[in-house]
């Protein structure tokens, strides 16, 4: 059974950094577009990140543009996404989902691309 598990996620403060890992068990993440996507309560779900399932194109939203970065190791099965300067309104709860089947170059940011997902990781930036 495809499954999909996030981790890495916690408590920072402003101006910090985490690194979020998302491993697949039950298939192998190589012909998968792998996307990150964020839900802060009371808003609507946001497209972060996503990843080609080459690695070779990656798609950013642009309130991340410059301080995450999404990356792929299909040895370990495992895509990241590594977040840098956060910001108090990063914090959410961070998913990861998977779909196959795209051409090499498209990396979409919408959920209804991705037929597969995690549980999700809390993410918190407070001071």
């Known amino acids: 059974q495809l499954q999909l598990v996030e981790s890495g996620g916690g408590l920072v403060q402003p101006g910090g950094s985490l690194r979020l890992s998302c491993v697949a068990s039950?298939?192998?993440?190589?012909?998968?577009?792998i996307g990150w996507f964020r839900q802060a309560p009371g808003k609507e779900r946001e497209g972060v990140s996503c990843?080609?399932?080459?690695?070779?194109?990656?798609n950013y939203a642009d309130s991340v543009k410059g301080r995450f970065t999404i990356s792929r190791d299909n040895a370990k099965n495992t895509v990241y996404l590594q977040m840098n300067s956060l910001k108090p309104e990063d914090t959410a709860v961070y998913y990861c989902?998977?779909?196959?089947?795209?051409?090499?170059?498209?990396?979409?940011?919408?959920?209804?691309?991705?037929?597969?997902w995690g549980q999700g990781t809390q993410v918190t930036v407070s001071s």
């Open positions: 989902a998977a779909e196959t089947g795209y051409y090499s170059d498209y990396v979409p940011l919408k959920g209804d691309d991705f037929g597969s």
């Open positions: 039950g298939f192998t993440l190589d012909y998968y577009t």
């Open positions: 990843i080609s399932w080459r690695g070779g194109s990656t």
